[in-house]
């Protein structure tokens, strides 16, 4: 009767939460079985990159442990990889000749990614072929993150003892949690997270266009207290608890912010129409800005002339937006027919050798053997002049005991060869990185091409240092990229200079608001 019942664990971790949902199906239904959620101390998980494994792994079991309305079994885990380590692709490529498909994606990444193709690791789908433009044309959706980043993950769940089934993506997780198939006509589904908005075209085909705006949420909170003239921490109250209303200026301040949003998601539904030929009928907003008071009603006024509506998690009816991601996560472990559309991020055989020859742990094991090798090279060569010597001592030591003997004295007893109570550790753990101090970091446009500053922010930020703001320039001028600095930001403003192999003029400013503002030139 239960032969074919099915468990998964979607795990979903992002810098400031952990949620988990076991679920389980049985006869093709499915249902929740338990729920986690722990609130992580700041600077555990920095830009979806691991600081603290101790801590990460005492929250894990805190998640697993006290779960409702029982105890998580953390088996056949699906783990949502952070967004801000991936790379989605939509492209249409043609493919008459199969053989070359992945020469032809290797150019994309070369084009699109700022990161070298051979420190990725991508997984694609090739979605059925569009008959409305060509017989050989198809859409095909990929994920890539940096192999790095990737064996970071990895190599905390295997220390952990935690078996992760595959590394999910998540807009494709948030879809599953939310809809139990794909639709027959297209949807967006818009995620406001806390850095960056997400931006996602679903069809029948699967995730057909995906587009990234660099501010959220916490873009919204700084411009609230910038115009109130208060702290972060009261911006983000005012924002959560007044939302958007027309008789507070938080509440103008906000409608401008999303006024300015809404335009981005019309400008890409309009070139995705005009793209595909396709028409949108809904849009779905998710994140935690989404549940701003009063959004949904003031986009409507805002001339979509779509369907629009907060995205609520399937299988559960409290909490239904909190735990949308982990529930597609889970989703992904208990039905096989979402892996023809959506690609996933796994760590093969080749992979995991390259990244060990990487890794610190391996490294230093590598000098530990080299040191050992040359010890015995050394003992072995010298052995008959050393065992000469101890030999040598050895009658010394007699004859010292004999002489002592014969004149009554006592020996004097050996140099004790056991070392002092010290403890000592020695870690296996990967060298982590310590975080950049915060810093007030703006990346601005002053080329004129789309794309530009959203671009080098990523950079940016994937090197470990975040963003503040992403925007304009006052004009686009700029034929040399500038980065201005504050005096004692010159460090960090170098680090960002090294990761440009551009010529790049630093300008130390001591009058500006911000602590370093990058501005990125026709030369980039």
Known sequence: MFLDKKKSVGLDISDTTIEAVEMATARGKAEV??????ILEPGIVINGRIKNPVKLANALKQVFGSASPKPINPENVVFGLPDSL???LCLDINLENSENIRILINKELESIIPIDSKRLIYSYRILEP?????RTESKILLAAAEEKAVWEWKNFFRKIKLDINLFDIEPLAIFRGINKELPEKTTVLVDIGARTTNISFFSSLGMTYSYEVQYGGDYFNKKIADGLKIDIKKADIIKTEKGIDSKGKGGKILATAFKHLSEEIKRNIGYYNEKYNDRVEEIIFVGGSS?????????NSQDFNLELKLGKALYVKEEAFVY???IGLAVRGLYDNWSKTDPFIEVNK??????????????KIIIIGSGVILIAMFLFFLWPIIGKYFRQRNLDNKSALITAQINNEKPLAP???TPNNIESAVSTEEEIQEPVKKINLTVL???GRAGVAGNAAQIINQAGIATSTVGNAENFNYSTTTIKYKKSFLNIASQINKLFTIEIEMREVADQAEDIIVIMGKNY
């Open 445 to 447: 446009n002053g080329s």
């Open 350 to 363: 080749k992979i995991r050798k390259s990244a060990l020859l990487k890794s610190s742990a391996f490294k």
């Open 130 to 134: 569009d008959r409305k433009n060509s």
């Open 86 to 88: 991936v790379y989605i």
């Open 415 to 417: 140099a004790s060869s």
């Open 291 to 299: 549940k701003i008071k009063g959004l949904i009603e003031f986009l």
């Open 324 to 326: 949308i991601e982990a």
């Open 33 to 38: 079985v338990s729920r986690g959620r722990v």
